[in-house]
């Protein structure tokens, strides 16, 4: 055969090498877009995929770029399906005695409710709980008027008098 660019066979696998690296490519930005997802600095995904940090910036740009956003009831089921998927986890640690598990627990089924339409919508600045104000302390107790005795030591005149029944 030639090596003529023209012919059929060269033309197929000049199409053929551009469609592999195409797929390559879309898949390491779909690896870089779930990486970044999942909470990869850049630095450590550039390392992992032995690219440099200014291609993993440009392929996650492009990745979000490319991606198209759900219909907000699409999204709102998504977000329901997760929501429960956190009270059960929430759920479950409280029925082991958890405490720390109440205030998620109560921030999930807010989130929950705001879903359902059950609750206004909040800006994201409101939704930290309120502070719970705990029950105030006892008061302390009284001062005494007039100290007590030192134990074995006789009473002063004066105390006498002043515990004495008779008028003085």
Do not use: W
């Not at 089921?77 to 109440?102: F, P, T, W, Y």
């Not at 059950?118 to 309120?130: D, F, G, I, K, V």
Request: aromatic share 2%.
């Amino acid at each position: 055969m030639t090596d003529d660019p023209s012919s059929p066979s060269a033309r197929a696998g000049l199409r053929a090498e551009r469609r592999t690296r195409r797929k390559d490519r879309l898949a390491m930005r779909e690896c870089v877009f779930e990486m970044v997802a999942s909470g990869y600095d850049l630095e450590v995904i550039a390392a992992t995929l032995e690219i440099s940090v200014a291609t993993v910036r440009r392929e996650l740009d492009r990745a979000i770029a490319e991606r198209r956003l759900d219909a907000p009831e699409r999204y709102a089921r998504l977000q329901i399906a997760r929501l429960n998927k956190a009270l059960r986890v929430a759920d479950g640690q409280l029925d082991k005695g958890d405490m720390k598990a109440v205030a998620p627990l109560i921030r999930i089924v807010a989130a929950l409710d705001r879903y359902h339409g059950l609750a206004p919508a909040r800006p994201a600045s409101e939704t930290t709980l309120p502070h719970v104000a705990l029950p105030a302390p006892p008061a302390p107790p009284l001062a005494l008027t007039h100290a007590a005795p030192p134990v074995g030591s006789e009473p002063l005149a004066c105390e006498e008098a002043q515990n004495s029944p008779e008028p003085v």
